[in-house]
């Protein structure tokens, strides 16, 4: 599975250049973008990743502090890869 943390400042641009290297790499997909755009991309998720033929669960949207969904993507043994943008501060 890939994961990525995306920053505040175009997150849906960002994330979106992220997205289509791994599902052309027939991985699972797991993003921690900020609130609205994950709450954006959830409500879109259903009808556009099926009718796209995307099995369940390939595309994958997480929402919470950016720092403790961040870590838990990290330490996740599920994630093979982080896509990260931002600072490491």
Known sequence: MVGAIVPW???FLLSSWKIAPALAAATRWCSSPPPLTAAHRAQVRPSSTQEAGLPEGVFNVVTGP???VGMAMV???RVDKIA????TR
Do not use: A, I, W
Not at 84 to 87: A, D, K, L, P
């Open 9 to 11: 400042n175009f997150p």
């Open 66 to 68: 950016g720092g403790q």
């Open 75 to 77: 330490r996740d043994p």
């Open 84 to 87: 990260f943008t931002g600072s």
